[in-house]
């Protein structure tokens, strides 16, 4: 195992989720690695890295003096207010203190426009709660000094161990339709690759906003078809939902803020991954 790197004290919050626990495992070996987790887990309760953090009760300040980090990378869910709040509360320890925010966003702040694509610099601009709140946060991280923050904007995420691969084949098993969104045209991640993106982010010092979805688009139905043929899952049932009669675009493509071609991915790759 490679010695820790001394340079960064990284803070993840949300370590016992899905992508916030892909984050641990990818940055531990190489730099001194905290994390949190909200429910009871005697798991986390013996890894002395890990902090018991409970979004709408627990004050996170508390965990911060004993981590001191240099970097806090936001994975949290949860309550939507308790997240504005505690987000304000970072955005103020950042400013005076010497650490950086790394916060994982989504394509929804984009979900009101559907003719085309979205890029870094593009308005956000959102329809749904859910966008609405992401744009909120990224808003007060904007004005955070631009060295001080990264916002990570993503489509949806994949991988072998992710909640909509894993709720796939609960419907699976359980002869659920699985739902399909034929004029959704999308582009797609998978956990590991923006694990190793966000690492090179931080290796490289870099701050801004990155879209860290694949470089090609897909269809919402002609992708989920595809896992499922690589699942060898028959007789699968498809429910196709139409939310308008036109093509509708929720991708967040990358154009100013490229990462090396090692680090692009291509919707393909995903399911290269899965079949390992």
């Known amino acids: 195992m490679k010695k820790k790197e001394e340079k960064h004290r990284i803070l993840i919050l949300g370590a016992s989720g899905f992508l916030g626990g892909s984050l641990y ?57 308790a997240q504005v709040i505690v987000h304000k509360h970072i955005t103020e320890y950042i400013l005076e203190n010497p650490c950086k925010l790394i916060y994982l966003s989504s394509a929804n702040v984009f979900d009101a426009y559907s003719k085309f694509p979205s890029y870094e610099n593009d308005k956000t601009l959102s329809n749904s709660i859910y966008g609405h709140f992401k744009i909120k946060i990224e808003n007060m991280l904007l004005r955070l000094p631009k060295k001080k923050v990264a916002i990570i904007r993503m489509p949806m995420v994949f991988g072998s161990q992710s909640p909509r691969i894993q709720l796939i084949k609960q419907n699976l098993k359980e002869k659920k339709p699985i739902e399909v969104f034929p004029n959704l045209i999308m582009n797609v991640t998978s956990d590991s690759k923006v694990c190793q993106q966000i690492h090179y982010i931080i290796n490289r010092n870099k701050s801004g906003v990155f879209h860290l979805g694949s470089t090609d688009l897909v269809h919402h139905d002609d992708f989920i078809k595809e896992i499922i043929a690589l699942l060898e899952i028959p007789n699968a049932v498809f429910k196709n939902v139409y939310t308008t009669n036109d093509d509708r675009y929720l991708a967040v493509l990358p154009k100013d803020n490229l990462l090396p071609k090692h680090l692009q991915i291509q919707s393909h790759e995903i399911f290269e991954e899965m079949k390992l």
């Open 25 to 81: 495992k990818e940055l531990y070996p190489y730099f001194r690695t905290f994390g949190t987790y909200q429910t009871n887990n005697s798991a986390f309760e013996k890894n002395k890295h890990f902090f018991q953090y409970k979004l709408e009760e627990d004050d996170l300040f508390e965990i911060i003096k004993i981590v001191k980090p240099t970097i806090i990378i936001s994975s949290l869910r949860g309550n939507f207010s």
